[in-house]
């Protein structure tokens, strides 16, 4: 995915995580909310609001700029840089 194209295929290898999954949001040492990611395969991350799961309203942050996939085979999720220019 790259520039204009908004339309990030999920992976083959993408499954749906263990329960309870999250990811925490931590600011000066202290965790200030916890985002489940344990209902589907992949979560979106940029300033697009209508297609992502987590918002990010930040100038840096481009429409799409991540996808978090969890591997069913590893159990584990991975970070995806879209390849935004921002």
């Not at 985002?35 to 840096?60: N, T, W």
Request: include cysteine; hydrophobic fraction near 35%; proline fraction near 7%.
């Amino acid at each position: 995915m790259s520039g204009d194209d908004q339309s990030f295929k999920v992976p083959s290898w993408a499954g749906k995580p263990t329960a309870g999954l999250h990811l925490d949001v931590v600011k000066n040492g202290s965790v200030l909310q916890k985002l489940l990611i344990d209902e589907k395969p992949c979560y979106m991350f940029g300033r697009a609001k209508d297609v992502c799961d987590f918002p990010l309203p930040h100038q840096s942050c481009s429409r799409q700029h991540a996808a978090l996939v969890y591997h069913k085979h590893l159990h584990r999720p991975f970070l995806i840089d879209l390849g935004s220019s921002e």
